[in-house]
C-alpha cells in the first residue's frame, strides 16, 4: 500500500515536510509506504480552462509534472495536500497545480485524502478548508483528525513547541493508515456505490 504525498511549500525541508514527515512515519508503522513530492518549488501554470482533461483524462500542458503526477495519483492508495499559508490560503504555485491535478474528473474518487497546513499565525483553518475541497468534490474519504490538521511555527524548530499539532499529525497518520486498510478490506465484502447515469449540471444564470 501507497501514501503520495505533494508538498506545496518551495521548501523541501520546512514545516509542511516536517508535518508530512510526522504522518509517514505512523503511515509505516502500518506498513504503508509514502512517497513525498515537491510541488512548491516548481514552475507550474495554471489551468486554462479548455476542458481537454476531461476528454484526454490528461492535461495538455506538458512540460511540468501535473501529468506524472496524476498517473501517480491513479496507482496510490491514499494522497496526503500540504500547504503552507499565503494570504489566508493555498499557496498560488500549489493551487495552480492541485487545479489541473484534479480537474480531469474521479481518478480518486473512494481513496483516502488528508491534508497538512502551516501557518506562522493566522489563516491555517481557511486553508484547510480550501485543501479539503479537493479531496471532497473528487469523491476521497477525508481521514478524520482530532482537530483542524495545522501546525504552528515558522521554522521546524518552532514547530516542534507546537506539541498539539505535532500530535495532530500522528493522530492523522494513524488515522490514515487505518483508513486505507479498513477501505481495503470492505471492498472485498461490500461493492461501491453504482454510479449516476449522466451527471446533472445547472448554471446559475438569473
Avoid at 493555498?90 to 497538512?116: E, I, Q
Avoid at 478548508?129 to 474519504?141: D, E, G, I, P, V
Avoid at 493522530?171 to 490514515?176: C, T
Avoid at 461501491?192 to 446533472?200: A, H, M, N, S, T
Wanted: proline share 3%; with cysteine; glycine share 10%.
Amino acid at each position: 500500500m501507497k501514501v503520495i504525498a505533494f508538498n506545496g511549500s518551495p521548501h523541501s525541508d520546512g514545516v509542511v515536510a516536517k508535518g508530512i514527515s510526522v504522518m509517514a512515519g505512523e503511515l509505516e508503522k502500518a506498513g504503508i509506504e509514502t512517497e513525498v513530492i515537491q510541488v512548491g518549488s516548481q514552475n507550474i501554470h495554471g489551468c486554462v480552462d479548455c476542458h481537454k482533461c476531461r476528454e484526454l483524462k490528461h492535461c495538455v500542458i506538458t512540460n511540468d509534472l501535473v501529468n506524472d503526477c496524476f498517473r501517480k495519483m491513479q496507482e496510490a492508495d491514499g494522497i496526503i495536500l500540504g500547504s503552507p499559508v499565503y494570504y489566508g490560503g493555498v499557496a498560488g504555485t500549489f493551487k495552480s497545480f492541485l487545479d489541473r491535478l484534479f480537474f480531469p474528473g474521479a481518478a480518486m474518487k473512494y481513496k483516502v485524502g488528508a491534508t497538512v497546513v502551516s501557518l506562522r499565525r493566522s489563516g491555517g483553518v481557511t486553508t484547510f478548508h480550501q485543501l479539503n475541497n479537493y479531496l471532497n468534490l473528487a469523491q476521497m474519504l477525508i481521514t478524520p483528525g482530532q482537530y483542524w490538521e495545522v501546525i504552528h511555527g515558522n521554522t521546524v524548530e518552532e514547530t516542534l513547541q507546537d506539541e498539539e499539532g505535532m500530535q495532530h499529525m500522528e493522530v492523522q497518520g494513524r488515522n490514515m493508515g487505518w483508513l486505507i486498510k479498513s477501505l481495503a478490506a470492505a471492498k472485498k465484502e461490500v461493492p461501491l456505490p453504482q454510479p449516476y447515469e449522466g451527471r446533472k449540471w445547472t448554471n446559475f444564470i438569473h
